[in-house]
């Protein structure tokens, strides 16, 4: 499986973004898909999951203006980030904890990441 991230840019604060990440491949399933960001010289660190089944947890920074979804037909996981601010700067990366393949099951797949900026 094959994780395609997009829709990264810069922006004002206050402004919005929305990011897409497109699973490709045999797939025959996939559990948890998340979003990741990693700020310089920091470590990476979670924003959103959601499950299959469509449950969600955020990081606390990130609640109420951020929004994850997914949709299964399309193997797509969507952030919706509103109400950025600076600390927001990151590179986002998408994230699949397992997913079955190919009749193979493959763990902890990474996408190849997309670049947010907020600034002024």
Known sequence: VQLQASGGGLVQPGG??????AASGSIFSINNMGWYRQAPEKQRELVAIISSLGSTNYADSVKGRFTISRDNAKNTVYLQMNSLQPEDTAVYYCNVDRAVVGGLVRLGVWGQGTQVTVSS
């Open 16 to 21: 919005s973004l929305r990011l897409s990440c």
